[in-house]
Nanobody, 125 residues
């Protein structure tokens, strides 16, 4: 059974940092892109960042560009999201997705079969 388990969320003050992790088990995703999404209360899930299978290409939403960094460790089957200079508007449940692929112009085509359970990030002002 494939599982994606996110961790690292929590409560932080504006301007602070958090590092999210998403560990996959049950199969390897080293040949696939992976991504992070988030969903704030009352809003739709939105794309945050994605990374190619090799880590050589990364895409970011404009709202997080320059503040967030996505990375991966294929040996650990894990993807990370380093979040710096956090803002209250970053408050959301963050989900990782695996098995996707990068498209043109910064797009990420997610695989709807592989989502984590989510981790809450709350940024206080």
């Amino acid at each position: 059974q494939v599982q994606l388990v996110e961790s690292g969320g929590g409560l932080v003050q504006a301007g602070g940092s958090l590092r999210l992790s998403c560990a996959a088990s049950g199969r390897t995703f080293s040949s696939y892109a992976m991504g992070w999404f988030r969903q704030a209360p009352g809003k739709e899930r939105e794309f945050v960042a994605a990374i190619s299978w090799s880590g050589g290409s990364t895409y970011y939403a404009d709202s997080v560009k320059g503040r967030f960094t996505i990375s991966r460790d294929n040996a650990k089957n894990t993807v990370y999201l380093q979040m710096n200079s956090l803002k209250p508007e970053d408050t959301a449940v963050y989900y990782c997705n695996a098995g996707g692929r990068l498209g043109p112009s910064g797009s990420y085509y997610y695989d709807d079969d592989y989502w984590g359970q989510g981790t809450q990030v709350t940024v206080s002002s």
